[in-house]
């Protein structure tokens, strides 16, 4: 089988390998097991560099085609993209043309691109894995619109298996749910009471940007703090906001609470979930809340926000809190919850639920995808 993957993924080459954002390679390198040969349109780096989150593609047939970095964020940017327009389309059915499974990566600009030039390959097998918000009543940017309505198409968008983060009611015959995951089967744990008598730890895990809400999971810590509630946050990440947030808990002398330990091998993150009691990730938009699910896995309560399919992951409740996402409701409706609520119930039930979605199941998923057996 030949395997042409599309993906807005920035690559870049070292010893005669091919680098990319390591959560993506690891992903692709599951469906690469499959293929005898892989080709991935993509974005070369800038400069060529291999960061250290970057890992390598393992599959030993791959070719790699660029295409230009686009965007349409302004007017310029607009015109630019129409020129360059017809020769990435071109570029895709290029390479569509040559593969056996075609797999677009969405939402992204090449995911747009790709989503068009699909259209003239009907009889193809083909898949998307929508790695954004597929909710259809979320605010999202008109890109993202077209690429759902194309996906969603039955009668224009062919032999296509839309593979979407959550279940969504009254969707079409082509869409999955396809649900990420981190850890293997080997890796679960069985479940521990936890004392929620004692210093409550949370931890945070994600990059340190404005849509991630940093800063006010920081003033969550402080809040609680103040309002005689013993927390301490392992916040891990990196980002444009670290030093914004570096000075406010230096400020607020909130060092004896809060810890930055800056990007971290997973088995460092895992073994701060084991030993803490809540994960939080007060974000604006995910498509996959990955940090969530890492944390349910090992038995951490969430504490979240109301995006992407954050409600169906946590059961409307039943497996972690739904916060609003200012200062005050939060702390409040966490209060709350901390006082009425069986916390080693609830973090069994969220522990039950994530330990479903192995990196094993993830595997076995895939390659259904690929054989045509997935069902719904």
Same mark, same amino acid.
């Given at each position: 089988?030949? *395997?042409?993957?599309?993906?807005?993924?920035?690559?870049?080459?070292?010893?005669?390998? &091919?680098?990319?954002?390591?959560?993506?390679?690891?992903?692709?390198?599951?469906?690469?097991?499959?293929?005898?040969?892989?080709?991935?349109? %993509?974005?070369?780096?800038?400069?060529?560099?291999?960061?250290?989150?970057?890992?390598?593609?393992?599959? /030993?047939?791959?070719?790699?085609?660029?295409?230009?970095?686009?965007?349409?964020?302004? !007017?310029?940017?607009?015109?630019?993209?129409?020129?360059?327009?017809?020769?990435? !389309?071109?570029?895709?059915?290029?390479?569509?043309?040559?593969?056996?499974?075609?797999?677009?990566?969405?939402?992204?600009?090449?995911?747009?691109?790709?989503?068009?030039?699909?259209?003239?390959?009907?009889?193809?097998?083909?898949?998307?894995?929508?790695?954004? /918000?597929?909710?259809?009543?979320? /605010?999202?940017?008109?890109?993202?619109?077209?690429?759902?309505?194309? *996906?969603?198409?039955?009668?224009?968008?062919?032999?296509?298996?839309?593979?979407? &983060?959550?279940?969504?009611?009254?969707?079409?015959?082509?869409?999955?749910?396809?649900?990420?995951?981190?850890?293997?089967?080997?890796?679960?744990?069985?479940?521990?009471?936890?004392?929620?008598?004692?210093? *409550?730890? !949370?931890?945070?895990?994600?990059?340190?940007?404005?849509?991630?809400?940093?800063?006010?999971?920081?003033?969550?810590?402080?809040?609680?703090?103040?309002?005689?509630?013993?927390?301490?946050?392992?916040?891990?990440?990196?980002?444009?906001?670290?030093?914004?947030?570096?000075?406010?808990?230096?400020?607020?002398?909130?060092?004896?609470?809060?810890?930055?330990? %800056?990007?971290?091998?997973?088995?460092?993150?895992?073994?701060?979930?084991?030993?803490?009691? !809540?994960? #939080?990730?007060?974000?604006?938009?995910?498509?996959?809340?990955?940090?969530?699910?890492?944390?349910?896995?090992?038995?951490?309560?969430?504490?979240?926000?109301?995006?992407?399919?954050?409600?169906?992951?946590? %059961?409307?409740?039943?497996?972690?809190? #739904?916060?609003?996402?200012?200062?005050?409701?939060?702390?409040?409706?966490?209060?709350?919850?901390?006082?009425?609520?069986?916390?080693?119930?609830?973090?069994?039930?969220?522990?039950?639920?994530?330990?479903? &979605?192995?990196?094993?199941?993830?595997?076995?998923?895939?390659?259904?995808?690929? /054989?045509?057996?997935?069902?719904?």
């Amino acid at each position: 089988m030949k *395997l042409a993957i599309f993906t807005l993924v920035q690559h870049s080459t070292k010893d005669g390998k &091919y680098y990319g954002y390591a959560p993506y390679v690891n992903e692709m390198n599951i469906w690469a097991k499959y293929a005898d040969e892989l080709v991935v349109l %993509g974005i070369d780096k800038p400069n060529n560099e291999v960061d250290a989150i970057d890992t390598a593609y393992t599959h /030993n047939n791959i070719s790699f085609v660029a295409v230009p970095n686009f965007n349409i964020l302004g !007017f310029i940017d607009v015109l630019k993209t129409l020129i360059l327009f017809p020769y990435i !389309f071109l570029k895709c059915v290029q390479v569509m043309r040559q593969a056996d499974h075609i797999h677009i990566r969405c939402p992204s600009n090449v995911g747009l691109v790709a989503c068009f030039a699909q259209l003239l390959f009907p009889s193809k097998s083909k898949s998307t894995k929508y790695a954004g /918000n597929w909710d259809p009543n979320s /605010n999202q940017p008109w890109t993202y619109r077209l690429q759902q309505a194309i *996906l969603r198409n039955t009668i224009l968008t062919r032999n296509m298996k839309v593979l979407v &983060y959550g279940e969504w009611p009254g969707e079409t015959t082509n869409v999955y749910s396809f649900i990420s995951a981190t850890y293997r089967d080997a890796e679960r744990v069985s479940f521990n009471p936890k004392d929620y008598t004692q210093e *409550l730890v !949370f931890v945070f895990a994600g990059m340190l940007v404005p849509g991630k809400r940093p800063l006010l999971t920081v003033q969550f810590i402080e809040e609680l703090n103040q309002q005689g509630i013993p927390a301490r946050l392992e916040l891990f990440g990196d980002g444009p906001l670290r030093a914004q947030l570096e000075d406010y808990i230096s400020k607020q002398e909130l060092e004896s609470c809060i810890t930055m330990h %800056g990007n971290q091998d997973k088995t460092v993150v895992k073994a701060a979930l084991l030993a803490a009691h !809540f994960n #939080i990730l007060l974000s604006k938009s995910e498509g996959w809340p990955k940090a969530v699910a890492e944390g349910m896995f090992y038995g951490c309560i969430p504490v979240t926000t109301s995006v992407s399919c954050v409600r169906w992951m946590l %059961g409307e409740g039943q497996r972690g809190l #739904i916060v609003e996402p200012d200062l005050e409701s939060s702390v409040a409706e966490f209060i709350s919850m901390f006082k009425t609520d069986d916390l080693n119930r609830m973090a069994k039930n969220a522990m039950d639920w994530s330990q479903q &979605y192995t990196f094993d199941r993830l595997e076995r998923d895939i390659q259904s995808v690929l /054989n045509g057996t997935l069902k719904s």
